[in-house]
């Protein structure tokens, strides 16, 4: 049997749990059942219940939500009336046979979920009672009206979730790897190979190494780097470090105040929402900003190193204009200014971009690109 201390798992949910909304009483006319099953310790990470039944994990939360996300009720896993552990119940929902639910696991510290569905002989919409149900990113799964189509007092007691542990300082292999983090603070390297890392919540550190890697911090305050190789990578939500490193990279901080290094390479630098700071490094260097995501009210962005005639500021959005026509537009309106920093940008949405240690006379239509 494992088990999941009760003090660690409750601060396994990102948030505080709100007050769940409560339960409307069942109308005797209308039926009710029964929502549950198993929760499991994938070992093999097969996606499937081919453990034996000491592999149960008791101690997880399970979340009991309506349709529009509200919290109904909440449980953890414990052992059934034959001392096996990792179940779980709601009982009593009332079902008027349109009603969805979605039930939300909440994964412990050290632990994500297995694949979905991964049961070959399942039929589409019949769930499958040997494997894992659950979204392996959200850990939610959305379930029709609980008696659909079967008589009143049968319930769903099919509804699994199948964990498998991450550790920090989980590496991949020289292969091509997919490695997903937990909601905690993970450690995750690709190693060589074209890989895919995703670190979701948490204060992340993922290193692509060698390869053409895809990364993405997701929540938290990641330090995402690419390491060799033409990457692509997306910081989310957070203050998020990102450092493409040697490779023609693409790199998009999302929303945060992100500070963001190209490394080698020509790459391609977008800062996303929230005052930013983008370093290009060595290469032909293309800093965009997109109308609606940057530039917005209050947001200050900082190119610290732009070199002039090999770096490129392409702002998207703001219509196809003759660079050259705009930037004389741009300076005769003040929208282009000098500063002690540098040379300020200023457009009518709001927002800033500070061109640091360059002069206004420095610059011309050529550095800019409009689309």
Known sequence: MIVINDSDNSNSHPNP?????????????????????????????????????????????????????????????????????????????PDDLSTRYTLEFVAPEGFTFTTQDNDPRQFIDTDSPIDSDVDANTGRVTIGPITRFLPEGIDQL???????????????????????????NDHISGGDGNDILAGRGGNDTLSGDGGKDVIKGGAGKDVLDGGTGRDIITGGRGNDTINGGPGKDRLVGGRGNDHITGGGGDDTINGGRGSDKLVGGAGHDDFMFTKGSSFRHGDVDVIEDFEIGAD???LRGFGAIDPQKWFNRAVASGILSDSDKGVVLSPKTGGTLVIEDVHLDQLSGDDFQLV
């Open 312 to 314: 490129l500021i392409k």
């Open 158 to 184: 099919v509804w699994d979730a199948g964990l498998v542990p991450v550790k920090s300082g989980s590496t991949g292999t020289p292969g091509n790897d997919k490695l997903i983090g937990t909601r905690r």
């Open 17 to 93: 749990l709100p007050t769940p909304v409560p339960l409307p009483e069942p109308n005797p006319n209308e039926p009710t059942g029964s929502i549950g099953n198993y929760v499991w310790l994938d070992s093999n990470r097969d996606g499937l219940q081919n453990e034996p039944p000491e592999n149960g994990v008791n101690g997880v939360t399970v979340n009991l939500l309506d349709i529009n996300g509200n919290l109904l009720q909440t449980t953890t896993t414990n052992d059934d009336n034959n001392e096996n552990p990792g179940f779980y119940l709601f009982e009593n929902i």
